[in-house]
């Protein structure tokens, strides 16, 4: 069993920037990956970031590109969101993930789950 632990949501303006850092308890599979989700209210799930552990190739959904960005720490075994340029609509709750046999966008697809952070932005 792995366990995702998140922090550093919170309530920010439009145009700001906030960091989430996501530390789990343990490695898993060589092939694993990590993700950051979020799910607003009334919305599904959406892919938000990820990176493949082992290559360190990142990936971002379309409405982030060039305001997020994911990076790691091996020694740590954690995983960071850096949201820049915030807007209203960033808004939801973020959730990390872990995915033993390699990337996905597909939240289904994730073995182990964070408890979620919130993520506020005002205008």
């Known amino acids: 069993q792995v366990q995702l632990v998140e922090s550093g949501g919170g309530l920010v303006q439009a145009g700001g920037s906030l960091r989430l850092s996501c530390a789990a308890s343990r490695r898993t599979f060589s092939s694993y990956a990590m993700g950051w989700f979020r799910q607003a209210p009334g919305k599904e799930r959406e892919f938000v970031a990820g990176?493949?552990?082992?290559?360190?190739?990142?990936y971002y959904g379309d409405s982030v590109k060039g305001r997020f960005t994911i990076s790691r720490d091996n020694a740590k075994n954690t995983v960071y969101l850096q949201m820049n340029s915030l807007k209203p609509e960033d808004t939801a709750v973020y959730y990390c993930?872990?995915?033993?046999?390699?990337?996905?966008?597909?939240?289904?697809?994730?073995?182990?789950w964070g408890q979620g952070t919130q993520v506020t932005v005002s205008s």
């Open positions: 990176v493949s552990w082992s290559s360190g190739n990142t």
């Open positions: 993930a872990l995915e033993e046999l390699g990337f996905s966008v597909v939240a289904g697809d994730y073995d182990y």
